[in-house]
């Protein structure tokens, strides 16, 4: 557990704007000055374990009866995971880091599944050793790789559906159609592993119910046609996908997307069949502020650069894709349209243009909510520049 001053957190925790530790008082120096001393240097990502907690728990309530698997690599910070293994949370990976994480955790590996349709032999044999027992796949090559490490497994088929609603699509490296399913399936069988289940991905941060409930009659479909060839389906995995706000951009709420997902399952499939989630963004996201600093500035074709200590490369990846982050200030003065850039020399460090914020300078810093997930997962220390660390604090319950 990492403390800070419990004044000024609790504070923090008190007056939010919608996100966790922003507040409408409270300055961001004075945020990085409630870090314990050898933590108050920026980019830091501090995580408020509480609001981890209240979203986690709000995936309970909105599926009810449903297996909640948190997937790992969207923060996979050893007291956030610790924190939700406590809650009841089991946990999705794709690599053998994350699963000796999980080992040392003390995380048993019924707990514990993979849908990475592509997996090292290395990653199916050392989980199966431990008890992992379900496996996603959409190959031949890949049932051969689980029937020769894991014997008798349980299988998911990834099914390809349309990420239409997502500002991050994830509909082109994985996912098989309907007949190839069908037929991987039986492949699966003849090769004495149990074909049991079909996973699906409707894109991350999606913005469409229609997406689930699209997928779901697909899913539907599968199900019926595998009946026929004597297999039975009793595993419907939804994914993740689940947004979280960022900026002034609506999301759905996890309760919209709960109610429309079990109204499905309640309309297309039997009440036998299990159905698992695997929530990563909408779990740790909110929880999530990071803090950087600005580094130096200058006019440009009549356009002013902010450059910040944490880029492209040291955390906010998903500025190039389609995630619109939120950026503020506790510096007072009129709004102008910049360019915020990161430290490195790479010209593709460009974070976000025609954001509106006042004139600041070197020294000055910014607060990004909403940035516990996919920010120091894909960090690095790319020219030199340090990526984010992280700060847990404990807003609540017990540790």
Known sequence: MIAGDDSALSQLRNETVGHALVS?????????????????STPVLVVDLSVAEQDFREFLSSFPGTRVL??????PDPDVLSRLARLGADFEISSVGELRLLMRLGISGERIISSNPVKTEELITQAHRIGVSHFAFDSEDEVEKIAACAPGAGLSVRLTVPNTGSDWPLDRKYGVKMDDAVHLLEYARGKGLDPSGVTFHVGSQCRSLDSWTYALG????????????GIRLDVINVGGGMPVVYGGQDALSITA?????LKAKAKLFPPDVRFWVEPGRAVIGRAGTMLCSVI?????NGTRWLFVDAGIFHGLTEA?????????TDVDGPLAPCTLAGPSCDSVDIIAEKVML??????????????????TVYASNFN?????????IHGGGDD
Request: aromatic share 8%; net charge positive.
């Open 24 to 40: 409408k008082t409270l300055s961001a120096k004075a945020l990085l000055n409630a870090l314990p001393e050898d933590r108050r």
């Open 70 to 75: 948190y997937a790992v690599k969207a923060n």
């Open 218 to 229: 697909e899913a539907k479909q599968l199900w019926e046609r595998c009946l026929a060839v």
């Open 257 to 261: 997307i709960g109610d429309a997902i």
């Open 296 to 300: 130096g500035s200058a006019q440009r």
């Open 320 to 328: 190039m894709g389609g995630i619109s982050y939120q950026y503020l």
């Open 358 to 375: 006042p004139n600041l300078r070197s020294g000055d810093m910014l607060v990004i909510p909403a940035a516990g997930a996919y920010t």
């Open 384 to 392: 030199g520049f340090p990526a984010p660390e992280t700060v847990v």
